[in-house]
């Protein structure tokens, strides 16, 4: 068994998550239990050994878990209004479009070792997240590109060490390494905007490693109130060399910072609800947060310190979560999140390649143990309905209205996105 656990960590080394159901490009939840609760449940004694509160892992017991998902994002843009066609603008193709690249198989796994009564030792491997899209057109004009947009994967391996410091109360923490590839395609016609046009588009998927930190606290404050809290520090990663004149900071795409703290309570022996609130950071990364300003491209191109990013803001997620185990052998999940949005109407035009506009997710889960030797099969099903975004094309002005010296939007463009996910997960 643990030749057959070795060779399966190794093979999720070699895979790499490109999408997950997002609050903005971070899962929604990690393990099949903990998508089952919408990613809820970081003060719950029983949760997902996949990235969930690191001081939780000591009351899991040794325990084995390897998990696949089938995740399909659904993603569009709709441009609305004729180009204007003068000259300095930048007007795009009227019409629907949609990305392409439907269907991500996402595979996890880890394992949790006991070292005595008050301390275990685990590693994880997982998808943090992602971006993807693979329009068949060429949105942007690039004449050496017939499709447009960006594939983003992340890759986590985290490695925990949790320490019960009292008989209800634990902490955590993990060490947490990082590798992420990009590709970006469609983006020529950016070149004259850029610091560095060669580093811009059509260069393959280039990699990046780093290295972040995550800790965490785990405490029954009565018989059945539990609280629960983590942070996570920005994951400090290498650049994207072959995309320098894209990303702001010469190529620069750390991962946010984050935060979450929960409480969990149980009604009764076989009634559990929990309610977790989460903020991601993402202006901590500049690539992720600059926004898009035409007009300061002159001193401020593509790839610069200042250079336009997605413009994404930081959001708050409020996540609710049950938990029903009143069925021998079953135990029976279903939760709720809502998130802002990290997308400004201000911003959808660069976010057509990123459109991580998604706000609501719907779950419900399952776990069914296999008699009395510690197997169980675990479910989840996530539902992310439609969500959207409009705004103005920044780079298109109505021709009579600019021959008056009134600089008025001419298009609109509108972002939209729902993603269903499957996630079934065996631990042992």
């Known amino acids: 068994m643990k030749k057959i656990y070795v060779m399966t960590l190794f093979i999720g080394l070699m895979l790499t998550n490109k999408v997950s159901a997002t609050d903005g490009y971070f899962g929604v939840g990690y393990g099949a239990q903990n998508k089952g609760l919408a990613g809820a449940g970081i003060a719950w004694y029983k949760n997902s050994l996949m990235n969930g509160n690191p001081a939780g892992h000591v009351f899991l017991g040794k325990q084995y878990q390897i998990g696949v998902g089938l995740f399909n994002p659904n993603r569009q843009y709709t441009i609305t209004g004729t180009p204007s066609g003068m000259d300095g603008t930048f007007g795009l193709m009227p019409g629907t479009v949609e990305s392409d690249s439907k269907l991500f198989l996402m595979p996890s796994m880890g394992a949790n070792w006991m070292i005595n009564e008050q301390s275990s030792f685990s590693a994880t491997v997982f998808g943090n997240g992602g971006m993807n899209t693979d329009y068949p057109t060429n949105t942007f004009h690039d004449p050496n590109s017939s499709t447009t947009g960006v594939d983003l994967a992340q890759l986590f391996l985290g490695l925990t060490?949790?320490?019960?410091?009292?008989?209800?109360?634990?902490?955590?923490?993990?060490?947490?390494?990082?590798?992420?590839?990009?590709?970006?395609?469609?983006?020529?016609?950016?070149?004259?905007?850029?610091?560095?046009?060669?580093?811009?588009?059509?260069?393959?998927?280039?990699?990046?490693?780093?290295?972040?930190?995550?800790?965490?606290?785990?405490?029954?404050?009565?018989?059945?109130?539990?609280?629960?809290?983590?942070?996570?520090?920005?994951?400090?990663?290498?650049?994207?060399?072959?995309?320098?004149?894209?990303?702001?900071?010469?190529?620069?795409?750390?991962?946010?910072?984050?935060?979450?703290?929960?409480?969990?309570?149980?009604?009764?022996?076989?009634?559990?609800?929990?309610?977790?609130?989460?903020?991601?950071?993402?202006?901590?990364?500049?690539?992720?947060?600059?926004?898009?300003?035409?007009?300061?491209?002159?001193?401020?191109?593509?790839?610069?310190?200042?250079?336009?990013?997605?413009?994404?803001?930081?959001?708050?997620?409020?996540?609710?979560?049950?938990?029903?185990?009143?069925?021998?052998?079953?135990?029976?999940?279903?939760?709720?999140?809502?998130?802002?949005?990290?997308?400004?109407?201000?911003?959808?035009?660069?976010?057509?390649?990123?459109?991580?506009?998604?706000?609501?997710?719907?779950?419900?889960?399952?776990?069914?143990?296999?008699?009395?030797?510690?197997?169980?099969?675990?479910?989840?099903?996530?539902?992310?309905?439609?969500?959207?975004?409009?705004?103005?094309?920044?780079?298109?002005?109505?021709?009579?209205?600019?021959?008056?010296?009134?600089?008025?939007?001419?298009?609109t463009i509108e972002l939209e996105m729902n993603q269903f996910e499957l996630e079934i997960a065996f631990s042992f």
């Open 161 to 411: 060490y949790s320490r019960k410091i009292a008989d209800n109360h634990s902490i955590g923490i993990t060490g947490v390494l990082a590798y992420q590839y990009f590709e970006a395609n469609g983006l020529g016609a950016f070149s004259q905007m850029s610091s560095n046009a060669n580093a811009l588009t059509g260069n393959d998927h280039d990699g990046a490693f780093g290295y972040g930190v995550k800790i965490g606290y785990l405490g029954k404050i009565t018989e059945k109130l539990s609280l629960g809290a983590s942070y996570q520090t920005k994951t400090m990663m290498s650049e994207f060399d072959d995309y320098a004149g894209l990303f702001a900071e010469q190529g620069d795409f750390d991962i946010p910072s984050n935060w979450t703290i929960g409480l969990a309570y149980e009604l009764n022996d076989d009634w559990a609800v929990m309610a977790d609130y989460k903020m991601i950071n993402y202006t901590d990364v500049a690539s992720v947060s600059n926004p898009m300003d035409p007009a300061a491209f002159a001193e401020a191109p593509l790839g610069s310190d200042n250079g336009a990013g997605f413009g994404w803001e930081d959001i708050s997620v409020i996540k609710l979560g049950t938990e029903f185990s009143g069925i021998d052998n079953w135990i029976f999940r279903a939760g709720y999140s809502n998130t802002q949005q990290p997308v400004p109407s201000s911003e959808v035009m660069f976010n057509i390649l990123a459109p991580g506009v998604v706000e609501n997710h719907i779950t419900l889960g399952c776990s069914k143990f296999l008699g009395e030797s510690g197997k169980a099969l675990h479910i989840a099903l996530v539902y992310a309905p439609t969500s959207t975004v409009k705004g103005y094309n920044p780079m298109d002005f109505d021709a009579t209205q600019a021959m008056e010296g009134n600089m008025v939007p001419n298009q």
